[in-house]
Antibody, heavy 124, light 111 residues
């Protein structure tokens, strides 16, 4: 069974950095990219970026690219997402999700399955 | 950034059919990019419901169906059941943003 298991909830102060992990199992780690998605309280889903688990290359959404770093550790089958200079509005649940694709085209990709989510609360 | 627009809520009685629209523009659905649908039950992670506009993953009941035409897509739920009460999101690719975009989300209520 394919599973993505994320690290636990975090409470952070404004201006600090949070690092969330996503450990995968049930498939070959390097066969699929991993995406990260933000969901602020009572709001919808927002794509943050992806990491190529084979070579570590990343693509970030413009909104997050100045503050986010996504990495992959092939020895641990784990992906990490680091978000810096935290603001109150970064309070959200963060999900990792496995990339699926119908072709090599960037436009034919979707997310399945998803991790359980990690709540990050930014509060002074 | 939410460039795919969905109605905030739809509702129906058990057994009825409801549809959820997803409206985009020239840089996403209008460019022929596929649409995907997710179901998010309260307090849980999203789950894939429809991929490549119309296909259902194994395990998804056939009362869920998807369609796409031009700059719009739709998710239909036939024979609405109480367990279908959830938030639903569409997703696609946007060439202007060079990334993946989600719809604004629709809450389905079973009356």
């Amino acid at each position: 069974e394919v599973q993505l298991v994320q690290s636990g909830a975090e409470l952070k102060k404004p201006g600090t950095t949070v690092k969330i992990s996503c450990k995968v199992s049930g498939y070959t780690f390097t066969d699929h990219f991993i995406h990260w998605v933000q969901q602020a309280p009572g709001r919808g889903l927002e794509w943050m970026g992806l990491v190529d688990t084979e070579d570590g290359e990343t693509i970030y959404a413009k909104k997050f690219q100045a503050r986010v770093i996504m990495t992959a550790d092939t020895s641990a089958d784990t992906v990490y997402m680091e978000l810096s200079s935290l603001r109150y509005e970064d309070t959200a649940v963060y999900y990792c999700a496995r990339d699926r694709r119908a072709s090599s085209s960037w436009s034919q990709r979707w997310f399945d399955p998803w991790g359980q989510g990690t709540l990050v609360t930014v509060s002074s | 950034q939410f460039v795919l627009t969905q109605p905030p809520s739809v509702s129906g009685a058990p057994g009825q059919r409801v549809t959820i629209s997803c409206t985009g523009g020239r840089s996403n659905l209008g460019s022929g990019y596929d649409v995907y649908w997710y179901q998010q039950l309260p307090g849980t992670a999203p789950k894939l419901l429809i991929y490549s506009n119309t296909d259902r993953p194994s395990g998804v009941p056939d009362r869920f169906s998807g369609s796409k035409s031009g700059t719009s897509a739709s998710l239909a739920i036939n024979g609405l059941q109480a367990e279908d009460e959830a938030d639903y999101y569409c997703q696609s690719y946007d060439s202007g943003l060079t990334g993946y975009v989600f719809g604004t989300g629709t809450k389905v209520t079973v009356l």
